[in-house]
């Protein structure tokens, strides 16, 4: 009885604000004390991972305002949750008491402090790690840095090209970058802005390939940027489609292997189709097979797959090379008195794939072959290779619309 009088006696106390007495006091402020101290660690811990993230991932140092919030964003939260869960935040002081509000503002204060610490630390280990130069972006000390030569401002032309042999670019994104400006370090040599430029276009703006190329002044004095292929369409040979299908093939059975697609039923089991294996989710299957076969399928079937004898190519293996590259595949027409007619295979930049002609195919010619008039030559390089070699001789024509890899 006196147990339950002396509890009911300090929580009175504690709702009427009436001082507790010295070694509760003391205990209570103990407990706050290593609460705040270990919800400020959480909050500095939460900024430091994601300054050090938003610096890898955009070699941008993220603002330290949304740092500090959204490091506040796992005390809060957990505050929060205990709240609702028991009634309370610390020991048995009700919610609506002053040492509430005193320790929800201690712990706000101390998270807010490690909060900036750790994004501040979090920046410099990405910084340290991935090896960013940090270069401050504006204000009058920046402007000295720059007159000194520690960073160099590049512009982006106000008119951006296509890239040959790549999907276009959405116009809304070249319209952003018409005229930008980009701050890098100072004393790089112009290869290596041009680098530096294209890494960044890359990876800023989602751009599947960029050619720049910097003046000495440090401006781009020309641009063309192309977007990335996805999918299976573009490496899906002449006459071919692709199907999804219900069948599991053989556990042996890899990409790009020839397999033959039956009927799974024991009692008529028949050849409904032969293809290539292109990819497997789950109990789905996709299959490259020809155009005239792809409605040989029945929507809800069942279908059981199996190897067939012949080994599988490299052909996929290559064409995921040539997707993942900078290289793609132009179709070059020679006319009639074109500096390139009479002229070798080796001398033309990249690498000869094909030559069309009179209605022929001559694969993977020699260097020592002569290109004659009419020819129609298929090459491999990369699409400023191609546009320095084979762009700027007279009488050359580049197709407007090149197999690009396939």
Request: proline share 6%; with cysteine.
């Amino acid at each position: 009885m006196s147990l339950t009088i002396a509890a009911v006696g300090t929580e009175t106390l504690l709702q009427t604000g009436v001082e507790l007495g010295g070694s509760t006091r003391i205990e209570w402020t103990r407990t706050a004390l290593l609460r705040i101290l270990s919800y400020g660690l959480l909050a500095g811990i939460g900024a430091l991972v994601l300054a050090f993230g938003y610096r890898a991932l955009t070699v941008r140092q993220l603002p330290t305002g949304p740092a500090v919030l959204l490091g506040l964003a796992l005390p809060t939260g957990w505050l929060t949750s205990e709240a609702v869960r028991h009634g309370t935040v610390l020991a048995d002081s009700p919610l609506i008491h002053y040492t509430t509000g005193s320790y929800i503002l201690g712990v706000l204060f101390a998270g807010t402090i490690v909060a900036a610490g750790g994004h501040r630390l979090g920046d410099h280990l990405a910084c340290g790690t991935y090896g960013i130069t940090r270069v401050d972006a504006s204000g009058p000390v920046a402007d000295l840095v720059r007159a000194a030569g520690r960073s160099a401002v590049v512009t982006l032309p106000e008119s951006i090209d296509d890239a040959e042999g790549y999907p276009a670019v959405d116009e809304a994104v070249k319209r952003d970058l018409e005229g930008r400006l980009f701050r890098l370090p100072g004393q790089l040599s112009v290869p290596e802005l041009e680098s530096r430029v294209e890494r960044r276009l890359e990876t800023d703006f989602d751009i599947g390939y960029v050619d720049a190329v910097v003046a000495d002044g440090g401006n781009v004095g020309a641009l063309s940027v192309g977007g990335r292929r996805a999918g299976i369409s573009p490496t899906l040979g002449p006459a071919q489609v692709a199907v999804a299908i219900s069948g599991d093939p053989s556990p042996r059975a890899s990409t790009g292997d020839p397999v033959e697609i039956w009927t799974d039923s024991d009692a008529s089991s028949r050849l409904v189709a032969t293809g290539t294996l292109r990819a497997c989710a789950g109990s789905v299957t996709t299959i490259a097979v020809d155009a005239d076969d792809a409605d040989a399928f029945e929507p809800g079937e069942q279908y059981r797959l199996t190897t067939r004898p012949e080994a599988g190519s490299d052909a996929h293996a290559l064409i995921s090379a040539i997707q993942n590259g900078d290289e793609t595949v132009t179709a070059t027409r020679i006319e009639a008195d074109s500096p390139l007619e009479n002229e070798f295979v080796g001398w033309i930049p990249g690498t000869v794939l094909v030559i069309e002609r009179d209605g022929d195919v001559l694969s993977l010619p020699a260097d020592n072959e002569p290109i004659e008039a009419g020819d129609t030559l298929y090459v491999f390089g990369t699409p400023e290779t191609l546009t320095a070699g084979l762009e700027s001789p007279s009488g050359v024509e580049i197709s407007d619309s090149p197999e690009t890899k396939e």
